[in-house]
């Protein structure tokens, strides 16, 4: 399984980016997917996750109401519309993937550096 993120770039506060992910490897209905971030120093942090369905789940509470999980099954893409973004959004974005509900993210993607400027 490889997952091919892309999207991440330079912005200012109060802008928008939308970020890309891939996986390919095996059939894109059977992945559940999310987009974790991480700071240099800190721990990684799960951002939002999306089941097979299209459920969706924001763990971070600093993303509520400004950042949008999808995906599109026709595409085979996962998106993170990131709407409104502060300068403590700056980080590297990773999407991962699982085949198992219950189970630990397998796949990683290669990170996407956002940086938001004040």
């Known amino acids: 399984v490889q997952l091919q993120a892309s999207g991440g770039g330079l912005v200012q506060a109060g802008g928008s980016l939308r970020l890309s992910c891939a996986p390919s490897?095996?059939?894109?209905?059977?992945?559940?997917m999310a987009w974790f971030r991480q700071v240099p120093g800190k721990e990684r942090e799960l951002v939002a996750r999306?089941?097979?369905?299209?459920?969706?789940?924001y763990d971070a509470d600093s993303v509520k109401d400004r950042f949008i999980i999808s995906r599109d099954n026709g595409k085979k893409l996962i998106y993170l519309q990131m709407n409104s973004l502060k300068p403590e959004d700056t980080a590297v974005y990773y999407c991962?993937?699982?085949?198992?509900?219950?189970?630990?993210?397998?796949?990683w993607g290669q990170g996407t550096q956002v940086t938001v400027s004040s």
């Open positions: 999306i089941g097979r369905s299209g459920s969706i789940t």
């Open positions: 490897g095996r059939t894109f209905n059977s992945f559940y």
């Open positions: 991962a993937a699982k085949t198992i509900m219950t189970g630990p993210y397998l796949w």
